[in-house]
């Protein structure tokens, strides 16, 4: 479950951020969209609302997000992060078609962190998984 709108905001209080009406709207918006937005999709639908903001605002907003640990960044190597503001620990389903990033839960693999460590002697910070496939719209579609 993600935080809800509330808590993330008394915990952007505690930790000092300044709470303007641009990082309000990033942060309700990534709270409610399950889609794993980029930078560019957040910035989109939120322009019609503030006129002055720019791709590099939201940019900076969801680094500040980030430090306080409200949002996960998913770098890929392509330079289009997405953006998470569930911070529990889950699993993602990437459509390959489509590009949708689907949550899905299963028992953290702590396992194969501890093997890692073992074997590479790396003081193991995580690790990500991703399961990859096409999602059941665009099963639909190219069926058709
Ligand atoms: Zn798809
Ligand atoms: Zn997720």
């Known amino acids: 479950m993600a935080l809800h709108l509330e808590q993330a905001l008394a915990k952007l209080k505690m930790t000092g951020v300044r709470m303007t009406p641009q990082r309000h709207a990033?942060?309700?918006?990534?709270?409610?969209?399950?889609?794993?937005?980029?930078?560019?999709?957040?910035?989109?639908?939120?322009?019609?609302?503030?006129?002055?903001?720019?791709v590099a605002t939201v940019y900076n907003n969801l680094k500040v997000f980030i430090e306080v640990g409200l949002v996960k960044e998913l770098a890929y190597g392509d330079g289009?992060?997405?953006?998470?503001?569930?911070?529990?620990?889950?699993?993602?389903?990437?459509?390959?078609?489509?590009?949708?990033?689907?949550?899905?839960?299963?028992?953290p693999l702590t396992n194969v962190e501890a093997i890692a460590a073992e074997q590479t002697g790396?003081?193991?910070?995580?690790?990500?998984?991703?399961?990859?496939?096409?999602?059941?719209?665009?099963?639909g579609i190219t069926k058709h």
Request: negative net charge; hydrophobic residues 35%.
């Open 26 to 54: 990033i942060l309700s918006y990534l709270l409610d969209s399950m889609t794993h937005p980029t930078a560019d999709d957040i910035y989109k639908s939120l322009e019609a609302k503030f006129p002055n903001m720019s």
């Open 80 to 107: 289009s992060s997405r953006f998470d503001a569930d911070m529990t620990d889950h699993y993602h389903a990437l459509c390959e078609i489509c590009g949708k990033i689907v949550d899905f839960e299963y028992s």
């Open 122 to 139: 790396f003081q193991v910070r995580g690790h990500r998984l991703e399961i990859y496939g096409t999602c059941p719209e665009c099963i």
